[in-house]
């Protein structure tokens, strides 16, 4: 299958869809900004190993469609992200800080989808094919 990662003794194959914000929902991202706060990003990504699928930085929120390890935590992706642009775009656009007086760029929290080529229908029809016939047991946790 395309775009698997291989490493010592896994596949894997692990895809989410991340939205979050800025505080009050400012429109800030934009200009010189805008272009910066996607250039941290693409750095972040790169030295975690995340790679990019696509994304929008918006005059008020960032989407991102990555791919990830199997070993990193969304949390911790998240957490970095965030922590990483807030404290850069502060300190490279002092401007910034007339609005984000507190040091807080990002508002609390964040979205998180998690996407893929497969979906639940395909998953328990797969599962279910290896259902024997004569198997009359309703579980969800199928015994072949």
């Known amino acids: 299958m395309k775009g698997q990662r291989r490493m010592g003794h896994t596949v894997s194959r692990l895809t989410v869809h991340i939205v979050w914000v ?3 929902r400012f429109q800030v991202l934009k200009g010189d ?4 706060c996607r250039d941290i990003v693409k750095q972040i990504c790169d030295s975690e190993d995340i790679h990019i699928l696509s994304g929008v930085i918006s005059k008020d929120h960032v989407h991102l469609h ?4 199997p070993s990193q935590k969304i949390s911790d992706i998240v957490k970095r992200l965030k922590g990483r642009t807030s404290r850069r775009l502060q300190e490279e656009f002092p401007v910034l800080n007339k609005r984000y007086w507190g040091r807080h760029f990002w508002a609390i929290g964040y979205g998180v989808w998690s996407t893929g080529n497969i979906t639940d229908k395909m998953v328990q029809e797969y599962l279910e094919h290896h259902r024997n016939p004569s198997n009359l047991d309703n579980d969800n946790i199928i015994l072949e």
């Open 22 to 24: 800025t505080k009050y």
């Open 66 to 69: 990555i791919e990830y390890r």
């Open 33 to 36: 900004v805008q272009v910066r």
